[in-house]
């Protein structure tokens, strides 16, 4: 079976795309996917060290913005965008203590949803307290969503509670 970065992955190419946002940067793995399938990637972490790795996986591709800011202030460096990523959780081979919180996460998913165009992907975690907490929240929020404004799914594990999932958020054309 695919992982669900994989899986993302596989959605993203199906669509055209601009403009594209990675609101959890990490090791720049997305960061890259997007930038080789959009004219343009905002890209955001927190940590340095996420940008920095991700300066390198990139190597020359300049149609890519490393912000060091958190994904809810998204709203000072654009105002749309055509697919967003967020890849919620903790940067792997670093701290497991820094993760995205339910906060932030909060206030950036609710702005995503206002300024996006066509998709939006959630990998969501709920396999720590915070990232549990997340998960809760997000599933609340997103079954809320106008039904003749948005498509939403879900792809996920039925047989393992804690593993990562994804949704999906397609706003209707």
Same mark, same amino acid.
């Given at each position: 079976? +695919?992982?669900?970065?994989?899986? $993302?992955?596989?959605?993203?190419?199906?669509? &055209?795309?601009?403009?594209? $946002? !990675?609101?959890?940067?990490?090791?720049? %793995?997305?960061?890259?996917?997007?930038?080789?399938?959009?004219?343009? =990637? %905002?890209?955001?972490?927190?940590?340095?060290?996420?940008?920095?790795?991700? *300066?390198?996986?990139?190597?020359?591709?300049?149609? =890519?913005?490393?912000?060091? !800011?958190?994904?809810?202030?998204? &709203?000072? %460096?654009?105002?749309?965008?055509? =697919?967003?990523?967020?890849?919620?959780?903790?940067?792997?081979?670093?701290? @497991? @203590?820094?993760?995205?919180?339910?906060?932030?996460?909060?206030?950036?998913?609710?702005?995503? +949803?206002?300024?996006?165009?066509?998709?939006?992907? /959630? $990998? /969501?975690?709920?396999?720590?307290?915070?990232?549990?907490?997340? #998960? +809760?929240?997000?599933?609340?929020?997103?079954?809320?969503?106008? #039904? @003749?404004?948005? @498509? =939403?799914? #879900?792809?996920?594990?039925?047989?393992?509670?804690?593993?990562?999932? $994804?949704?999906?958020?397609? *706003?209707?054309?």
């Amino acid at each position: 079976m +695919i992982t669900m970065v994989e899986y $993302v992955h596989q959605r993203i190419a199906t669509y &055209d795309f601009q403009i594209g $946002v !990675d609101f959890t940067m990490g090791n720049g %793995y997305d960061t890259l996917f997007l930038a080789q399938h959009c004219q343009q =990637v %905002y890209a955001f972490d927190i940590q340095k060290e996420a940008l920095e790795m991700t *300066k390198q996986r990139l190597g020359t591709l300049s149609n =890519v913005q490393l912000i060091l !800011d958190s994904h809810e202030n998204m &709203d000072q %460096y654009l105002t749309t965008f055509d =697919v967003g990523i967020f890849n919620l959780g903790y940067l792997p081979q670093a701290s @497991h @203590h820094i993760t995205t919180t339910l906060a932030s996460t909060q206030k950036a998913l609710t702005k995503a +949803i206002k300024y996006m165009q066509q998709a939006l992907f /959630v $990998v /969501v975690y709920p396999g720590h307290e915070e990232g549990y907490q997340e #998960s +809760i929240w997000i599933d609340a929020f997103v079954s809320q969503l106008d #039904s @003749h404004q948005f @498509h =939403v799914s #879900s792809f996920r594990m039925l047989n393992k509670n804690k593993a990562p999932y $994804v949704i999906e958020i397609e *706003k209707k054309q």
